[in-house]
């Protein structure tokens, strides 16, 4: 989605890797921070599309990281505020199933799952058109990761393993 950037050189797992931001080693050590967006341009800034880039190649904390500054900016619509919080869940579901937390994983997973079912009673078609599907359906993929836990492959060297068996883009019929 943003060919104009890079992935990073590993995907973050706590204690596994050097933290991202805070640690000098780490692969956005004082990278520039995210621009700020109005709520009403979030679906098609820059920052959720790489974050989605992010997520549906493995990189599960990075994703989070990308969008939680929109989480943050959409104090005033509800119904965006809690579409993000429900990425932002789901993405920790999958930094949680990589460090082989399944518990953890099931609780973020579950809780990813309400939201988007908080956000399916709100009009969704900017989310269906930003995702390529209704955040029922996504409610529905985040409960199948409760209820199938990923099976996890060694990873190929600075190349994650995707966990979800979907993926998020528009046009895409998971």
């Known amino acids: 989605m943003l060919p104009e950037k890079n992935f990073p050189g590993y995907a973050y797992l706590p204690g596994k890797h050097p933290h991202p931001v805070r640690d000098p080693l780490g692969h956005s050590y004082q990278s520039d ?7 009403e341009e979030s679906l098609s800034s820059k920052g959720f599309r790489w974050g989605v880039d992010l ?10 990281e990308a969008w939680e500054p929109l989480w943050h900016a959409a104090k005033r619509s ?3 505020r809690l579409f993000f919080k429900g990425l932002i869940l789901l993405a920790a579901a999958g930094v949680k199933i990589r460090e082989g937390k399944r518990v953890a994983a099931a609780r973020h997973a579950a809780r ?3 939201v988007f079912r908080q956000v399916t009673s709100l009009p969704s078609r900017p989310f269906e058109d930003a995702l390529g599907m209704t955040p029922a359906a996504l409610a529905v993929h985040a409960e199948a990761t409760v209820t199938s836990p990923a099976v996890l492959r060694e990873p190929m060297l600075g190349q994650p393993d995707p966990v979800f068996d979907f993926i998020l ?3 895409y019929e998971g």
């Open 33 to 39: 921070p995210v621009a700020v967006v109005a709520v």
């Open 55 to 64: 997520f549906n190649h493995g990189y599960y904390w990075e994703a989070h």
């Open 78 to 80: 509800t119904q965006h």
């Open 112 to 114: 990813a799952a309400a």
């Open 169 to 171: 883009a528009p046009g």
